[in-house]
Nanobody, 114 residues
């Protein structure tokens, strides 16, 4: 059993910042990629950012320059610093990890008001 515990979502005004965190625990012995996806109402889930073990982070074009992903390999933790938030960033943000299988968190709501 793998657990991904997310925190940091909430309501913020446009232009504001939020920081999401996610820690993986349980029966997971090796993680290659950690990342964040989001799903807005009526839309498909999409990649926000991901970071491979020891590699270079990858961002969706819509968040480049505003969001920063980072991780602590030893602690199985990933963060997403979100600055200059826009109303179109609103959605449920899901943490995901990829080792021998992909696992998903329960999601945390981010709402950006205009």
């Amino acid at each position: 059993q793998v657990q991904l515990v997310e925190s940091g979502g909430g309501l913020v005004q446009a232009g504001g910042s939020l920081r999401l965190s996610c820690t993986a625990s349980g029966s997971i012995f090796w993680i290659n990629v950690m990342g964040w996806y989001r799903q807005a109402p009526g839309k498909q889930r999409e990649l926000v950012a991901e970071i491979p073990r020891g590699g270079i982070a990858n961002y969706a074009d819509s968040v480049k320059g505003r969001f920063t992903i980072s991780r602590d390999v030893a602690k199985n933790t990933v963060w997403l610093q979100m600055n200059s938030l826009k109303p179109e960033d609103t959605g449920v943000y899901y943490c995901t990890v990829l080792g021998t299988a992909r696992h998903w968190g329960q999601g945390t709501q981010v709402t950006v008001s205009s």
